[in-house]
């Protein structure tokens, strides 16, 4: 499955991958693979998986556009491998998640990480979580070791239910012998349906720290700030919502369910800047 234009030359590189189609709260995952490909040095796109006959395409359409020489072209859903250096070697994962055939993707994947010596693996995603937007965003982790859980607490609460590809992934991994761990920024389910720049500079500064990674995350800052500023002041035009997410702020309670879906809905309405 993976078509490769040409094989990067790489030392103990290390994987980053982020799917969507899956739970990606503020679009976390998403927007840590764009910021981290932003400051790629040497970047090469060399690989990719095509997914044209994996994909329920009503879901996940096809994308045209016109060419360079003015004509369509048609840009089919693939997974993208990008290799680069941020302080060590790094290649970047990502794409949609396919609808058909995980067990094939995920082995593809896999083998690839091994022919090109991957040493240690992340994948990266965004959870709806009971947090407020002017906290510090958390970054919860599952890992394919124990030793490696140790090194990257805090862990994610022990989950047993539906998972992603991304899951799938990582657990294939840390059976072909490569560590692997999963990084879930805490995203404020009130505003779990808007991209979040803090959500991103959370992941980006846990990457750079266990992935011994040459990142600047200063370019996120005015960002995050202009995020927090519209959240804010989304929620003064209604004090009644204001209310319940300054409870969050201050206690965390166990807000119920209906609350927490009227503040989504009210802030998801709200236009970005």
């Known amino acids: 499955m993976l078509s490769i234009t040409n094989r990067p030359q790489l030392r103990e590189p290390v994987m980053i991958l982020a799917l969507s189609g899956w739970v990606d709260a503020g679009l976390a995952g998403a927007g840590t693979i764009t910021a981290l490909r932003e400051q790629l040095a040497d970047a090469n796109e060399f690989a990719t998986i095509d997914l044209g006959d994996h994909m329920d395409l009503q879901q996940t359409r096809p994308v045209a556009r016109w060419a360079d020489d003015g004509n369509r072209a048609i840009d089919w859903p693939t997974i993208t491998f990008v290799a680069g250096e941020l302080g060590r070697d790094i290649v970047l994962v990502s794409g949609p998640e396919p609808s058909l055939q995980w067990p094939t993707v ?51 609460t022990v989950y047993a239910g539906p998972t992603g590809l991304q899951t799938i992934v990582q657990r294939a991994l840390g059976d072909a ?4 761990a999963g990084l879930w920024a805490q995203v404020p389910q009130y505003v779990a349906g808007s991209p979040s720049p803090p959500a991103v500079r959370a992941l ?38 204001a209310e319940i997410v300054d409870r969050i702020d201050r206690e965390h309670p166990a807000a119920g369910d209906d609350l927490v879906s009227e503040i989504e809905l009210f802030l998801r309405s709200q236009p970005d800047e």
């Open 106 to 156: 995920a082995s593809t994947i896999v083998d690839a990480a091994r022919r090109l010596g991957v040493q240690e693996a992340f994948t990266v995603a965004g959870m709806p979580a009971l947090a407020s937007h002017r906290r510090p965003v958390a970054v919860l982790a599952t890992a394919t070791q124990r030793s490696l859980a140790q090194e990257i607490a805090p862990l994610r």
């Open 177 to 180: 012998g490569i560590r692997g």
């Open 204 to 241: 980006l500064r846990r990457l750079a720290e266990i992935g011994r990674l040459d990142l600047d995350v200063r370019p996120l800052d005015a960002r995050c700030e202009a995020y927090v500023t519209r959240v804010d002041a989304g929620l003064a035009t209604r004090p009644d919502v």
